[in-house]
């Protein structure tokens, strides 16, 4: 049986894909925006991945996740192998393929991707996205302090000039779209709609694990960034202290 572990983001899409999936022992979602906090994302990871392993009746683990600021390495489980997209975020679980991402962001580097789990997180850049900084910053800051933090978000948010929308058909509303032309209107961006691709993700919930697409990663091993096209890979962790 297999135990999935998904941020939130996906959840929709996730429950969708896996509605006819008998072989789904359980689905658990974590909260988006954990890879802000790599460590912290790591430790709640570790819980899930742990309780899954207490399950007698699980024999392997699906993250939902890309590398995800690597807040998925060195994960320890002792008894069922994880299994991971070769991803460096979830943009690849939506696009269906890491090279085809990898084409697209040599195409257009400058990239934002939008998509319906994360457009109603709020976190994507947009007019609502500064309106509630400024609010949530001005209940616990001077105004110098917030002015200061604004211009720090102004500073990243100046690293981007194109908004992507991107979805799995699940979910997906014209409002979501709108939304996305929106904000690039907003920040002076292009825009542009991409098609999603459910390949991926639906074959990772599926078990269809192939080398090129995914690491399965044995009990004793962690997961590690490379510095080639295979994204991650597996090495043996030394014993717990």
């Given at each position: 049986?297999?135990?999935?572990?998904?941020?939130?983001?996906?959840?929709?899409?996730?429950?969708?894909?896996?509605?006819?999936?008998?072989?789904?022992?359980?689905?658990?979602?974590?909260?988006?925006?954990?890879?802000?906090?790599?460590?912290?994302?790591?430790?709640?990871?570790?819980e899930a991945v742990s309780a899954?392993?207490?399950?007698?009746?699980?024999?392997?683990?699906?993250?939902?996740?890309?590398?995800?600021?690597?807040?998925?390495?060195?994960?320890?489980?002792?008894?069922?192998?994880?299994?991971?997209?070769?991803?460096?975020?979830?943009?690849?679980?939506?696009?269906?393929?890491?090279?085809?991402?990898?084409?697209?962001?040599?195409?257009?580097?400058?990239?934002?991707?939008?998509?319906?789990?994360?457009?109603?997180?709020?976190?994507?850049?947009?007019?609502?996205?500064?309106?509630?900084?400024?609010?949530?910053?001005?209940?616990r800051f001077d105004a110098d302090?917030?002015?200061?933090?604004?211009?720090?978000?102004?500073?990243?948010?100046?690293?981007?000039?194109?908004?992507?929308?991107?979805?799995?058909?699940?979910?997906?509303?014209?409002?979501?779209?709108?939304?996305?032309?929106?904000?690039?209107?907003?920040?002076?961006?292009?825009?542009?709609?991409?098609?999603?691709?459910?390949?991926?993700?639906?074959?990772?919930?599926?078990?269809?694990?192939?080398?090129?697409?995914?690491?399965?990663?044995?009990?004793?091993?962690?997961?590690?960034?490379?510095?080639?096209?295979?994204?991650?890979?597996?090495?043996?962790?030394?014993?717990?202290?």
């Amino acid at each position: 049986m297999l135990a999935v572990i998904a941020c939130n983001v996906l959840e929709e899409e996730v429950r969708h894909l896996a509605a006819n999936c008998r072989h789904i022992h359980s689905l658990v979602f974590l909260p988006q925006g954990l890879h802000n906090e790599p460590a912290r994302l790591q430790r709640v990871l570790q819980e899930a991945v742990s309780a899954a392993e207490a399950e007698p009746t699980v024999d392997a683990i699906a993250l939902v996740y890309g590398l995800c600021s690597r807040g998925v390495e060195n994960l320890r489980h002792e008894r069922c192998p994880i299994v991971i997209a070769r991803a460096h975020d979830c943009v690849t679980l939506f696009l269906g393929d890491k090279d085809r991402y990898a084409e697209y962001l040599r195409q257009h580097p400058g990239t934002y991707w939008y998509s319906p789990g994360w457009i109603r997180s709020q976190a994507p850049p947009g007019p609502e996205r500064t309106a509630r900084l400024r609010r949530e910053y001005a209940e616990r800051f001077d105004a110098d302090e917030v002015e200061y933090l604004m211009e720090m978000e102004a500073h990243w948010i100046a690293n981007y000039n194109r908004a992507a929308y991107v979805g799995l058909g699940v979910g997906e509303t014209a409002k979501d779209k709108d939304y996305t032309r929106h904000c690039a209107a907003c920040l002076g961006w292009d825009f542009d709609l991409v098609q999603g691709d459910p390949a991926l993700l639906r074959a990772l919930l599926a078990g269809e694990w192939d080398e090129r697409r995914f690491l399965i990663v044995p009990p004793g091993h962690g997961i590690r960034l490379t510095a080639d096209d295979a994204i991650i890979r597996a090495v043996p962790l030394p014993p717990a202290p």
